[in-house]
């Protein structure tokens, strides 16, 4: 019984190492650039100035059925996937825009690359792209993202956007900052493109 407690807490000390490594460097990972124009109770309006991403389509309808394969393809680009066998750092948040016509995972790029210094990728299905200057609306939740916490937020951001008289078009697009092994601290997103004018 004594070695089996021992085992456990040796366990458990080797499962929170990990953790903080991860979590310390999550916290090291560059971020997609925004600032925040304005602060409600339960969501936040954003600028994000025009980022590079590498995206790709799915015929996908669900998180499940793009997050794998999705990820895959542009984390193969970002790991030497490329014309230049180039190593490209990985940023935060992974972008999924999940819907009924075109699906689509995005990685942005670090903010030293643009389209036009981004080495080709070898996957034709990877695709090079720059965004435009959005306002957009920010809803945040924890843990791991499911299917159902995507309609959930997308639904209570909608809400809120309609309480607040605020107008929104596009998809409801969601933002995950967190790899999979990491448990503690998750930060998802939902975000939506919202017609804004500075106050």
Do not use: C, H
């Not at 954003?46 to 999705?70: E, H, M, V, W």
């Amino acid at each position: 019984m004594k070695m089996f407690f021992l085992i456990l807490t040796a366990s458990i000390l080797i499962i929170l190492s990990l953790q903080s490594f991860t979590i310390m460097s999550a916290n090291n990972t560059e971020e997609q650039k925004y600032s925040v124009v304005r602060k409600y109770k339960d969501f936040e309006i954003r600028f994000y100035p025009s980022a590079t991403i590498a995206t790709i389509n799915s015929n996908a309808k669900t998180y499940k059925d793009l997050s794998g394969p999705g990820f895959r393809k542009l984390a193969g680009y970002i790991f030497g996937g490329n014309v230049a066998n180039t190593k490209i750092s990985m940023t935060s948040p992974v972008q999924m825009d999940i819907n009924d016509s075109v699906s689509t995972m995005s990685f942005v790029m670090p903010s030293e690359y643009t389209k036009e210094n981004l080495p080709k990728p070898n996957d034709p299905n990877v695709l090079i792209k720059n965004t435009p200057d959005e306002y957009a609306a920010v809803i945040r939740f924890s843990g791991y993202a499911s299917d159902e916490d995507l309609k959930f937020y997308s639904e209570k951001l909608q809400n809120l956007l309609k309480e607040n008289k605020i107008s929104s078009f596009g998809n409801y697009r969601f933002l995950g900052y967190n790899p999979p092994f990491q448990f503690i601290g998750r930060r998802n997103e939902i975000i939506v493109t919202v017609d804004w004018k500075e106050k």
